[in-house]
C-alpha cells in the first residue's frame, strides 16, 4: 500500500526549459510535504517543503505546488540546468516539523536527466 | 560543521549474520532516524530515536533494533539476516520539535549474501 506515489520513474528535459515532476498521495492526513534530492553515493538532500496550509512555495529556480483536493504536488525548476540531473523523492509526514516521531513517507523517486 | 556521518560505506554478510552499523547525527541535533532504501525503491522508515529511546518504529520486524547514545549517535542492529535486508541503510539527524528538516548520510550499503 504506497501513500506516496512518483508515477514517472524517469524524466528528461532540455537545459533552460521547465521540470515539472509529480506526486499523488491517498493519506489525507499527511500535512507537510517534501522533495528531496539525490545524487549517486550521495544521501538525500532536503530541496524544498511546503505546509499543506499553503498551495505554493517558491525558494529561488524551485517552486513547490500542493493541490490538496486532488492530492497532488507537484516540484518546478526553472530553469533547469545540467546539476539538477539527480533523482527526486517526494516525502509526507503527518507532523509540521518533518522529523517528527512517524517518519517520513517516501516516494520512489523520478530520475530527472537535464539534456545539453 | 560536519554532517550526518556513517560508517561503515559498505558491508558484505551472509545469511544469518548479525550487523551493526553506526550513525553520528549533524552537529547540534539531538534524534536520529534510521531508513532502509531497498534497489529502486524511496527510503523506508525503521524507527527514530530521541532521548536515548525509541520513539516511533515503521513496518519493520524486531530483528531490527537500535540504540542512540547520550552523545545523540546511533546504533541500528539487524539480526538473523535475510536476503531481502540487502539495501541501502541511511540515517538522518534532525532537530525534535523544530522545523528542521532531515539531513541524510551517505548511507551503508548492506549486501547479504
Known amino acids: 500500500d504506497q501513500q506516496v506515489k512518483q508515477n514517472s520513474p524517469s524524466l528528461s528535459v532540455q537545459e533552460g526549459r521547465i521540470s515539472i515532476l509529480n506526486c499523488d498521495y491517498t493519506?489525507?492526513?499527511?500535512?507537510?510535504f517534501l522533495w528531496y534530492k539525490k545524487y549517486p553515493a550521495e544521501g538525500p538532500t532536503f530541496l524544498i517543503s511546503i505546509s499543506s496550509i499553503k498551495d505554493k512555495n517558491e525558494d529561488g529556480r524551485f517552486t513547490v505546488f500542493l493541490n490538496k483536493s486532488a492530492k497532488h504536488l507537484s516540484l518546478h525548476i526553472v530553469p533547469s540546468q545540467p546539476g539538477d540531473s539527480a533523482v527526486y523523492f517526494c516525502a509526507a509526514s503527518l507532523t509540521h516539523s518533518g522529523g517528527g516521531a512517524d517518519g517520513l513517507t517516501f516516494g520512489k523517486g523520478t530520475h530527472l536527466i537535464i539534456q545539453p | 560543521d560536519a554532517g550526518v556521518t556513517q560508517s561503515p560505506t559498505h558491508l558484505i554478510k551472509t545469511r544469518g549474520q548479525q550487523v551493526t552499523l553506526r550513525c553520528s547525527p549533524k552537529?547540534?541535533?539531538?534524534?536520529v532516524s534510521w531508513y532502509q532504501q531497498a534497489l529502486g525503491q524511496g527510503p523506508q522508515f525503521i524507527f527514530q530515536?530521541?532521548?536515548?529511546?525509541?520513539?516511533q518504529r515503521g513496518n519493520f520486524p524486531d530483528r531490527f533494533s537500535g540504540h542512540q547514545f547520550p552523545n545523540y549517535s546511533s546504533e541500528l542492529n539487524v539480526n538473523a539476516l535475510l536476503l531481502g535486508d540487502s539495501a541501502l541503510y541511511l540515517c538522518a539527524s534532525s532537530l525534535v520539535g523544530g522545523n528542521e528538516k532531515l539531513f541524510f548520510g551517505s548511507g551503508t550499503q548492506l549486501s547479504v549474501l
Open positions: 530515536y530521541y532521548e536515548e529511546e525509541e520513539r
Open positions: 493519506n489525507s492526513m499527511f500535512d507537510y
Open positions: 552537529s547540534g541535533h539531538d534524534t
